[in-house]
């Protein structure tokens, strides 16, 4: 069964610090990573997805994320965090072959870029 | 929030009534998806349709409704047997694909808020 787990439901950082947000995943193929923001009342955005490749992807607004195969885990980082960061974050993941056609979604971190 | 249009933004049911929730989309996309959104419980699949005609239930499709009747429209009906629908629900599609690029990605909608007078 697929499963993405975020272990934070909130996350707070000073304004020009480091951020991480953290996701592990379970996929029975290859996954199909991704991870999204919200803003209040707002759709999901697209930020970044990982398919194949180089483990480190970028992405908008700065955002990266590392994809580690060992440890089944996609962190989101950014070197320095802005104060409109502050949103909900979700990582999403889907069977990468034919017939993975759900995306399978954390629950959500709310991060807070402190000023 | 792309080529998806979710309407109303806002919606409110009365005990015993359905209500139906639109969600239209110019992507030229095959699969589109609806969620429902609860404060710490993420997003939570209802019902998906991969093609015209068809579509598959999800994690939580009791007392929800869907048809695909074109390609562009996914239209969700709340029934009166869903005890608890007050949330925020959420419309996506995505282009199908085997390998990377623009497919694979969810688009969604803004969304509409769903509640119980």
């Known amino acids: 069964a697929q499963s993405v787990a975020q272990p934070e439901d909130q996350v707070n950082v000073a304004e020009g610090n480091p951020l991480t947000v953290k996701c592990t995943y379970s996929?029975?193929?290859?996954?199909?990573l991704f991870w999204y923001v919200q803003y209040p009342n707002r759709g999901l955005q697209f930020l970044l997805k990982?398919?194949?490749?180089?483990?480190l992807v970028k992405g908008s607004y700065g955002f990266e994320a590392e994809f580690n195969k060992s440890q089944t885990s996609f962190h989101l980082k950014k070197p320095s965090a802005l104060v409109s960061d502050s949103a909900l974050y979700f990582c999403?993941?889907?069977?990468?072959?034919?017939?993975?056609?759900?995306?399978?979604f954390g629950t959500g971190t709310s991060l807070t870029v402190i000023p | 929030d792309g080529g998806i249009t979710q309407s109303p933004k806002y919606l409110f049911r009365k005990e015993g009534q359905n209500v139906t929730l639109s969600c239209e989309q110019n992507?030229?996309?095959?699969?589109m998806y609806w969620y429902r959104q609860d404060p710490g419980q993420g997003l939570r699949l209802i019902y998906y349709?991969?093609?015209?005609?068809?579509?598959q239930k999800g994690d939580i499709a009791e007392g929800y409704s869907v048809s695909r009747e074109k390609k562009e429209s996914f239209p969700l009906t709340v029934t009166s047997a869903q005890k608890n629908p007050t949330a925020f629900y959420l419309c996506?599609?995505?282009?199908?694909?085997?390998?990377?690029?623009?497919?694979?990605?969810?688009?969604f909608g803004a969304g509409t808020r769903l509640s119980v007078l």
């Open positions: 996506a599609s995505t282009q199908q694909g085997y390998k990377g690029g623009a497919k694979n990605i969810q688009y």
């Open positions: 996929v029975s193929g290859n996954p199909y």
């Open positions: 990982y398919i194949t490749g180089d483990n």
């Open positions: 999403a993941v889907r069977d990468g072959g034919w017939t993975g056609n759900q995306f399978y």
């Open positions: 992507l030229n996309h095959d699969a």
């Open positions: 349709s991969q093609i015209v005609n068809d579509f």
